[in-house]
Nanobody, 115 residues
Framework: QVQLVESGGGLVQAGGSLRLSCTASGSFFRFNPMGWYRQAPGKQRELVAG???????NYADSVKGRFTISRDNAKNTVYLQMNSLKPEDTAVYYC?????????WGQGTQVTVSS
């Protein structure tokens, strides 16, 4: 059973930056495509960034050019560097497997961007 633990969220002013981390248990982490998702109050969870096992990345249009996803397979960790944050980025951020069957969801990490 894979467990995912997200961290790094917080309160930041618009224009600021945060770096989120997600550490996964299990030795097969490196073979899985991973994504960062977010869920704002009253909205559905959405995928904002993804990275394949080989390191190819993709982004939602709303975050393209501002967010960068990366992974360190040796540490079983995926990161999300978020720059130029906007109030509309406020949400709980989760990581999980991308495409198809997901792992059990972690608790997420709250990101709040003030205007």
């Amino acid at each position: 059973q894979v467990q995912l633990v997200e961290s790094g969220g917080g309160l930041v002013q618009a224009g600021g930056s945060l770096r989120l981390s997600c550490t996964a248990s299990g030795s097969f982490f490196r073979f899985n495509p991973m994504g960062w998702y977010r869920q704002a109050p009253g909205k559905q969870r959405e995928l904002v960034a993804g990275i394949t096992a080989g390191g190819s990345t993709n982004y939602a249009d709303s975050v393209k050019g501002r967010f960068t996803i990366s992974r360190d397979n040796a540490k079983n960790t995926v990161y999300l560097q978020m720059n130029s944050l906007k109030p509309e980025d406020t949400a709980v951020y989760y990581c999980n497997r991308m495409g198809g069957v997901t792992f059990s969801w972690g608790q997420g990490t709250q990101v709040t961007v003030s205007s």
